[in-house]
């Protein structure tokens, strides 16, 4: 496929400012790229794939509604895919192996250059069939062990607590506060960073910065200006739900 051709792609990124960056990264290094579409959530990029029959699409790994691993195997054969993530390594080890274009987040230009060459040469051949990779995924995947416990500061004291025992944890910065029915204590990591180890069965994300123990959840309700908001068992406070992740609670 020639440079001159305008090459049709979309976007799919639940955080909207990391899916600004990446657009406007992509149009450094690649003016020729049309990006027809932003799409928040996995759902709305299948939307965009059959109204806008992209060339290629930038899927996050994981993102609400259906994941970019759910998309690419719906669009398997139809699309070329790069794959965007942050933390997933295992995921990272199959799409080298598979020789799959990825992104690891935080992404730059000159981090780009290599994926956006080696997807401008894939353009004149038939996008690729995807899903022994996506297979080899899924095992991956169901062979994974997550976070058992976690080793927090509280005071001068580390202090041992099982996931089990968590309420949410909750992003500060750089840090992240774990939550108990008996107090909070702090993390060295980023929230970002701790999800990718957590079960996603027993641990929901409810806002960018709120991650809770669906075992902890007491009930879902409204605040006066319509929003939902989680009540817990053992604690007093509620936690506001981000507009993106409200699908979680959809019967309301």
Do not use: C
Not at 65 to 78: C, H, I, K
């Amino acid at each position: 496929m020639s440079d001159s051709v305008r090459v049709r792609a979309i976007i799919a990124e639940d955080e909207p400012g990391l899916a600004q960056e990446l657009r406007e990264q992509l149009q450094l290094v690649w003016p020729e790229l049309d990006v027809r579409a932003v799409a928040p959530n996995g759902i709305e990029a299948l939307r965009s794939i059959e109204e806008h029959r992209p060339d290629v699409a930038f899927l996050d790994v994981n993102m609400p509604g259906a994941t970019g691993l759910e998309v690419a195997r719906q669009a398997s054969g139809r699309v070329h895919v790069v794959f965007v993530t942050a933390f997933d390594h295992y995921a990272v080890d199959a799409f080298e192996q598979g020789a799959v274009d990825y992104i690891r987040k935080p992404f730059t230009a000159a981090r780009l250059f290599n994926t956006v060459k080696r997807v401008r040469e894939r353009m004149a051949l038939p996008p690729r069939d995807l899903g022994p990779l996506l297979r080899g995924l899924a095992g991956a995947e169901a062979a994974r062990s997550y976070l058992r416990w976690i080793n927090t500061s509280k005071g001068d004291e580390i202090v041992l607590i099982t996931t089990e025992e968590v309420v949410y944890f909750k992003a500060e910065d750089k840090y992240t506060v774990v939550v108990t029915a008996a107090g909070e204590s702090l993390i060295r990591r980023p929230l970002k960073d701790l999800v990718a180890e957590l079960d996603p069965e027993s641990f929901w994300q409810i806002h960018r910065s709120t991650v809770v123990n669906a075992n902890a959840i007491a009930g879902v309700r409204r605040d006066l200006r319509g929003r939902l908001e989680v009540r817990l068992k053992s604690r007093d406070e509620t936690l506001p739900v981000g507009e993106s992740y409200n699908r979680r609670f959809k019967q309301m």
